[in-house]
């Protein structure tokens, strides 16, 4: 774990800025003036722009999910590890690319080919991992604004009240299995002809099964409808039994939570 952050903190940063600083001393050929544009460099991307475009310009990585739990490790690390691989491949684009404009011989020139052919390679990869970076955030934000969105919606509508629940669930590895037993009352002036529950969207449903055996159910994203062998009248109360499994797909947590807090 521990080795974890030197090579996705310190190994990047240090690569893309020793890359960068190559590449400045080489148009410059003043070390005084490429320490000072590196520095208003970093300083502009602390203070100013380090958390433009999904964190993309966060060079030092303070902003990636790089925390660790004993209980359920990294948090996110795919999206700290595209980050963290973009800035090396930067770093290595930029050092080739400063190899490539020093004075050389004529007779060295497929030598400058090579470094500028490998400075398009490096480049290419990082703008590749970037674009997948940005991308993935902005799928993420995607899918909770839908939830909201449907959460809007069914705010408006007739909805049972939830008496008990007892939850029979199993461990498998990173997935869980689990058995709820509802038990619920129409407290509503009419007679409700669907169920609506929440479960997140990265559990699927095995079976829905009631009083009269198993039931049809209808899922979009997190709501699961299920649809009884016949209606609830006001004031009376029903039970089901909804089997699933999967994995919990943090996505969809607290999507009431704005993006940014």
Known sequence: VYIFYPLAITFPMV?????????????????????VCLLVYIGVMIFFLDSSWNHLLDFRGVRAPELYSGIVGFGNVREALLLRSMYFLLGLSLAWLAVGFMSRLPQSRYGQLWSFGLAAIFLTGALVLGN??????????????????????????????????????????????????????????????????????????????????TLATERRLHMLTVIPARSLASGTSDSLIIRYQGSIDERACYPDIPDFE
């Open 132 to 213: 997948a970076h940005h991308s993935g955030i902005e799928k993420d934000r995607g899918l909770r604004r839908e939830i909201r969105i449907l959460n809007d919606q069914l705010s408006r509508t007739p909805r049972i009240t939830l008496d008990t629940c007892k939850i029979d669930l199993i461990h498998r590895g990173r997935e869980i299995e689990a058995s709820a037993m509802l038990r619920f009352t129409n407290r509503t002036p009419e007679p409700l002809d669907r169920y609506t529950f929440s479960l997140n969207p990265g559990l699927h449903i095995i079976e829905v099964s009631g009083a009269s055996g």
């Open 15 to 35: 690569t893309f800025l020793l890359g960068l600083a190559f590449l400045i001393d080489r148009f410059t050929k003043d070390g005084a003036i490429t320490l």
